[in-house]
């Protein structure tokens, strides 16, 4: 059974770094696509960041509102992705889940097209 394990998150200021990671243990594939989604209290679940790989291409996507402060990496070989956020304000607040898929699709944004979820990760920046 697939589970997606996250490690990473906490507490920052305003301005300051974090990094959550996770992986995809148990399986006996190889995911195509992981990524990062977030649900903030009284919104809706959005999408944040993923990774996709593909014939040994990797593509990438973010939402705009996290570009240029956040990184997303993997090692497909591995079934792992991470997430680097910096210059994180209290509006990054949220539960940040991993999400995986093994199928190849041309889009990486809708959350109906993972198949696997983590339970997700407190990430909390004060002001």
């Known amino acids: 059974q697939v589970q997606l394990v996250e490690s990473g998150g906490g507490l920052v200021q305003a301005g300051g770094s974090l990094r959550v990671s996770c992986e995809a243990s148990g399986s006996t594939f190889t995911m195509t696509t992981m990524g990062w989604f977030r649900q903030a209290p009284g919104k809706e679940r959005e999408f944040v960041a993923a990774?996709?790989?593909?014939?040994?291409?990797?593509?990438?996507d973010y939402n705009d509102a996290v570009k240029g402060r956040f990184t997303v990496s993997g090692d497909s070989a591995k079934n792992t992705v991470s997430l680097q956020m910096i210059s994180l304000s209290p509006e990054d607040t949220a539960v940040y889940y991993c999400?995986?898929?093994?199928?190849?699709?041309?889009?990486?944004?809708?959350?109906?097209?993972?198949?696997?979820w983590g339970q997700g990760t407190q990430v909390t920046v004060s002001s």
């Open positions: 999400a995986a898929d093994r199928a190849f699709r041309p889009y990486m944004r809708p959350a109906r097209l993972y198949a696997y």
């Open positions: 990774i996709r790989w593909n014939q040994g291409d990797t593509a990438t």
